[in-house]
């Protein structure tokens, strides 16, 4: 469900709110104003908020070509979308608690920061130490057959596969990204169309196209909520044959359950629906199954396609799993596909030289995943018990200031509905509004990254340490406050 502010609370409806920002009318900011510091502090920030107005819409230029590069380099050198440019200036000025406490807090880059002394504790374990020659050299290039039975193992037991599922069709390359890229390359021509549900994760853009030249085909979700979509952002068979219509050399869908940016798990009986409307029109179904052990609610349970009993089309469906989420180890870069396409798992070999993980690690990662005890009675239990209350304090502050959002149980963020912050709606006073934030040190993501319809749509990640989630309460609230009057003064 998408979750509104309070029946009592004062705020009026979007559409109210957007006609007084244009009227220069007031409405309500009476709840949650005992958070600010002092009409000081507000207006010491109100100052600094409008100087940067002054230059809010300068974007830095773009480097001019190279003479060295071909055009296509040139293209790529150019190329920064807004979660790259956040996360370049994040990663200029990261916050530290007592080295840099006036840096930029991310709360935009999905990453599970709340494991830390977990994986600390289990990575530095003697059985983590180990090397031999054979690590030390070169190996098949879909992955060392140690790891690829145990993550055939794993993928049986934690998707519930009906089955024993086959190492010899794992492929491990490090991480989700580079298999997104070489599926994309062997099972398309260049200029070829992938359909995909919009919002979605915008770096697959760059992942299929910035190699391969294959093009993602939008098939946009509505945020509003309508007798005939009961949900916000519904993907139904429905939306996919009308995308297909529109779209031209399509080859394939890409599916994402748990879904990023929304949170959304669907059911067996809809992936089947999706699974069935691929087959039928002969398209291969990529499932990105990135967040499936990230469901912190105990009364919702996640299904994988891998449980169910048969695919409808086993040759073209292909599924993605990786360390980077479930296992909060972004920085290992492992990730896996299964599929029952040999011919496909031959194509990424030949490919996986460019993608390959070094042996060592590959060790790790296997003695990781084999650690059932460790994985079942000590991480996933007490990583669920942090990531709902992560959860439940983000959720809980985004009430309390009256602003609507998706509830839903997984993954590592809130899709949170910031329209009524916006001038007008346009994505660029989204992109003016992102641009606010980061100016003063808070790194979201906004919708136009992950090609949503309707601007004004951010996803806000919460498993961040508490400390900097505690601390980043008044300073939200401050912000949308600034944002606010900013609206009402024009």
Known sequence: TLELPNKESNQTPANVRHRKHRRGGRSSQGHGSGRCSGRESLDKALASFLNWQQSAEERAEAPSPSVYLSKRGNSIRQHQGTLQEGFVQYAANKYHVTDNPEGII???TSENKLCYDLLHARLT???MLY?????????????????????????THYCGSPKTLNADNVVVMNGCGSLF?????????????????????????????????????????????????????????E????????????????????????????????????LEFAKRNDLHAIVD??????????????????SLDSLPDPLRT???????????????????????????VEALAQLG?????????QHQVAQLLQDRAWIDNEFLPENRRRLKAAHSFLTGELRSMGIPFLDRPAALFVWADLREYLQESSFQEELNLWRCFLRHNVLLSCGQAFSCSTPGWFRIVFADQHLHLGGLSQHLYLLFILCKLYLFSV
């Open 106 to 108: 991310n709360l935009g």
């Open 125 to 127: 374990r003697p059985d």
């Open 131 to 155: 090397v031999e020659p054979s690590l030390l050299q070169y190996s098949d290039w879909t992955g060392r057959t140690f790891l690829r039975e145990e993550v055939a193992k794993f993928l």
């Open 181 to 237: 890229s070489c599926v994309a390359a062997v099972i398309c021509d260049p200029k070829d169309a992938i359909l995909i549900p919009t919002p979605f994760y915008g770096v697959i853009t760059d992942d299929v196209d910035l190699y391969s030249d294959v093009k993602l085909f939008h098939v946009h979700l509505d945020c509003e909520v309508t007798i005939k979509d009961y949900r916000a952002f519904h993907l139904t068979v």
């Open 239 to 274: 939306k996919l044959e009308e995308g297909l219509t529109k779209a031209k050399q399509e080859v394939a869908v890409i599916l994402m359950n748990p879904h990023n940016p929304l949170a959304e798990i669907y059911t067996p009986e809809e992936m089947i629906a999706f």
């Open 289 to 306: 199954e990135l967040y499936m052990l990230t469901v912190f609610d105990e009364s919702v349970t996640f299904h994988s396609v891998l």
């Open 318 to 344: 292909h599924v993605m799993w990786g360390l980077s989420k479930d296992f909060a180890m972004s920085g290992i870069r492992a990730g896996t596909l299964y599929t029952e396409n040999r011919e496909l």
């Open 353 to 361: 030289c460019f993608h390959g993980i070094p042996g060592t690690v």
